[in-house]
């Protein structure tokens, strides 16, 4: 998986928690990704950065936040989950806008109970 | 809104069997990607168009682009059964190439039956 680690890769919560997941990568890859996917719905992006402390958001961020401190670590947080957001997550990671490639860590699946 | 329609979205097919799965896209991007994703596993590259007019072959898969038609298909040749796999196309977010990330399509969801 392209030198990506997510964690945790499975995680079961209550509405009304906070969540946090991580991505690390091992790449020096300047821009990551987060997506959603669901079922009917293709991949769908949360929020991106592209490079330290400069994030911005997809086209479902409603709910979650980043936060990117290293060039290696991109968090995504859910401030208060909800069933809504019982989904599989995916990481990726790009190094160039000229082919703008991304690959994808093996994901986590969360379960908003 | 960005659109991107692939057909079909379900597709069962024997070994042997030549099949084309189309994607369609709104916007003016010259790029687009196909992944693969096998069940419960992440998504894997395949090809990227960069250019109108792109052909890209792997094996018995075979991608192409026509940015004007705005439409790209990959079509697979003497099918077999490892190929069964959800089929992704992606565009840019952003058509003039920034870091924005892609729009997917719903995925092709393709079973191949000996």
């Known amino acids: 998986d392209a030198g990506i680690t997510q964690s945790p890769r499975h995680k079961v919560t209550e509405t009304g928690t906070p969540v946090t997941l991580r991505c690390h990568q091992t790449?020096?890859?300047?821009?990551m990704y987060w997506y959603r996917q669901d079922p009917g719905h293709g991949l769908r992006l949360i929020h991106y950065s592209y490079g330290v402390k400069d994030t911005d958001k997809g086209e479902v961020s409603d709910g979650y936040s980043v936060s990117r401190s290293k060039t290696e670590d991109f968090l995504l947080t859910l401030e208060s989950a909800t069933s809504s957001q019982t989904s599989v997550y995916f990481c990726a990671i790009s190094d160039s806008l000229t082919k703008n490639i991304q690959y994808f860590g093996a994901g986590t699946r969360l379960s908003v109970l | 809104e960005l659109k991107v329609e692939q057909n079909p979205l379900f597709l069962s097919m024997q070994e042997g069997k030549n099949y084309t799965i189309y994607c369609n896209y709104s916007t003016t991007s010259d790029r687009l990607y196909w992944y693969r994703q096998d069940p419960g596993k992440s998504l894997e590259s395949l090809f990227v168009?960069?250019?109108?007019?792109a052909v890209k072959q792997e094996g018995r898969l075979m991608a192409s682009l026509d940015t004007k038609a705005r439409l790209s298909t990959l079509h697979i040749t003497a099918a077999v059964h490892d190929l069964s796999a959800t089929y992704f196309c992606?565009?840019?977010?952003?058509?003039?190439?920034?870091?924005?990330?892609?729009?997917f399509g719903k995925g092709t969801h393709l079973i191949i039956q000996p």
């Open positions: 168009l960069l250019s109108n007019g």
């Open positions: 790449e020096n890859h300047r821009y």
């Open positions: 992606a565009v840019d977010r952003d058509s003039g190439g920034g870091a924005d990330g892609l729009t």
